[in-house]
Every structure is written in C-alpha cells, then in structure tokens.
C-alpha cells in the first residue's frame, strides 16, 4: 500500500468519528510524524461554534500528545463534492511543526485526491524567523 493510501485510509476511517451535528460536515486527518508513526483526528462541533476543534487541530495535538514534534505529509478528507483545504487557522498550525515543502494531500471520500504543499496553501508563513529568540 503506498503512503499516500495509507494516510487515506487512516483519514477516512477517522472521519467517520467525527461529531458534527450541527453543520454534518464530516472531517478527518491523518499525518506522518518524521518518526513515521501516523496520527489522526476529526472534527468536533460544540454549539458555541467558535469552541469546536477541525480534525488537522486534532491530529496535530495527538502527535505531541504522542511524543513527535514534526510533521512529514498530511492528508484531509471530507465528504465533499471537492477536495477541502483546511482552515487558515490549521494552516498556521501545521506551519508550526512542518516545512513549506510538506506534502499536503486534500481528498473526497469518494477517492478523488489533490497533492499541493503547505508553502502553496501558506504563501509567507508567519514563523519563528521574525521572532526575537
């Protein structure tokens, strides 16, 4: 099985966890840590909708959770007639802890699946670079 298909998998079987009652927008991400194990999350609605979590947040916090502070690929999966890129807010998320040149792979339950790259989703990230350290 490719490691692309492999992401997909782990996505799509996530996704079908998600809790989003109120929009039923269901999402699910997987991502390679540089060590090679995978996480995963979904999204979880709240109906205070600004306190909900998108599933690349909650992929991310299980890998720190997990011990692995860098991400190699991502892949994003909803049922959607297109693929979905994430949020701005997860784009700087993911920023944080993999390179512009990450593979991030968008895709529909459905199998249809685009590969672009954090730099092509993040043009001009806002990184540690223009922080005093």
């Given at each position: ?9 782990a ?112 043009p ?6 223009f922080?005093?350290?």
């Open positions: 099985m490719s490691k692309e298909r492999e992401l997909f998998n996505a799509i079987k996530v996704q079908k966890n998600a809790y989003a009652p109120y929009s039923n927008f269901l999402v699910g991400a997987a991502l390679r840590s540089s060590s090679g194990k995978i996480y995963t999350g979904c999204n979880v609605e709240n109906i205070a909708y600004p306190e909900g979590t998108c599933a690349e947040a909650g992929a991310i916090a299980s890998m720190i959770a997990g011990g692995d502070r860098e991400i190699k690929e991502l892949t994003v999966v909803a049922d959607s007639s297109k693929p979905v890129a994430p949020c701005g807010g997860c784009r700087q998320k993911i920023s944080e802890f993999g390179s512009g040149s990450i593979v991030i792979s968008l895709a529909t339950t459905s199998g249809d699946i685009i590969s672009t790259s954090l730099e092509e989703l993040l001009g990230a806002f990184d540690q670079s922080m005093k350290l």
